[in-house]
């Protein structure tokens, strides 16, 4: 493989940049893109390349397929760019996209961690019943606010939970729980000066303690993987931190089920680090949109298909 390059981040979504058709122009236009979905098929034994080519969307919705199959798009498009020479000196991932990082930096092998969120999505869809919990998108309010918001909300329902969940970006945190209590933290922060307050279309509440219950049977199973030690540091999301130890690897993937993605801090952390160049590797670009949110000076492109791809590769030839 080719020199790292310094101050290079790849960057890897998570669930909810899922689309029918993704990575199928990568597939068609490059072995090492065709060989990974090949392997996602084998190590989940059903054919997760059709339902990333064809659909049906409301299938690639049901989290069980929507999280290996994102972060299989996600790998091959790594594979694709390793093969180009553009390979990273630090990576990180949204979520579930964690995995897909710790895939690329080596800690994990592609077919565990497939098979992994797989049942990672299943434990999160059965932790809370559907219709039971509930996300909302918070637009431009300080995260302070925020908090309040879901702690005067909780104080209202007893025994009931909300909390900040994705703290992606200055513009823009996703709060999680109980379903009536996150939509009272939602018109709570609108009477508090949010610009907007989202429900989410989402399955379930993810990020916030009603997950234990997943996160408790995820444990078991990284338990019983080997995760080796990374060769690029991998940003892990409930610290905003490097991680660069196999044993601190698994330990942060189980406290990422219940704890807050620390986006934001992530980014503002890999700039303080040294990186100047970010380049998303999956479907969608919503990393690349938080970014500009984050820190507008810092150049992202994403990669997703033979354009993208191709626009990617002559900004590092320049």
């Known amino acids: 493989m080719a020199d790292r390059i310094n101050g290079l981040a790849l960057l890897f979504p998570g669930q909810g940049s899922q689309a029918a058709g993704m990575g199928k122009e990568l597939a068609s236009n490059h072995a090492v893109a065709r060989q990974t979905f090949e392997e996602a098929d084998e190590a989940l034994g059903y054919s997760l390349s059709k339902l990333c080519f064809e659909g049906p969307d409301e299938q690639l919705r049901l989290t069980e397929i929507t999280q290996p199959a994102i972060l299989t798009v996600s790998i091959a498009a790594y594979r694709v760019l390793a093969e180009a020479g553009i390979t990273p000196s630090f990576v990180a991932g949204h ?136 060769k690029v540091p991998v940003m892990c999301n409930v610290e905003a931190v490097p991680v660069t130890d196999g044993d601190k690897a698994r330990e942060t993937l189980v406290r990422q089920v219940t704890g807050a993605v620390q986006w934001e801090s992530s980014m503002r952390a890999l700039v303080a680090l040294g990186v100047n160049r970010f380049v998303e590797a999956g479907p969608g670009a919503v990393l690349t949109g938080l970014l500009r949110q984050i820190d507008k000076t810092q150049s992202c492109v994403n990669v997703e298909n033979e354009a993208s791809l191709q626009k990617c590769k002559a900004q590092f030839e320049s």
């Open 95 to 230: 979520s579930l996209g964690e995995y897909s990082a710790h895939v690329a930096a080596g800690t994990l092998t592609f077919a565990d961690a497939v098979r992994t969120v797989r049942q990672r999505g299943k434990y999160m869809q059965e932790a809370v019943p559907v219709g039971v919990g509930a996300m909302a998108a918070i637009l431009a309010l300080p995260l302070e606010t925020i908090r309040g918001a879901c702690q005067e909300a909780a104080a209202l329902f007893a025994g009931e939970t909300c909390e900040p969940a994705n703290i992606n970006s200055p513009g823009q945190v996703v709060i999680s729980g109980s379903k009536a209590c996150v939509e009272k933290a939602a018109e709570l922060c609108k009477q508090k000066g949010a610009k907007r307050a989202v429900m989410l279309p989402v399955s379930a509440p993810f990020h916030c303690s009603l997950m234990q219950p997943a996160q408790d049977r995820l444990a078991e199973d990284l338990r019983g993987l080997n995760f080796l030690t990374p």
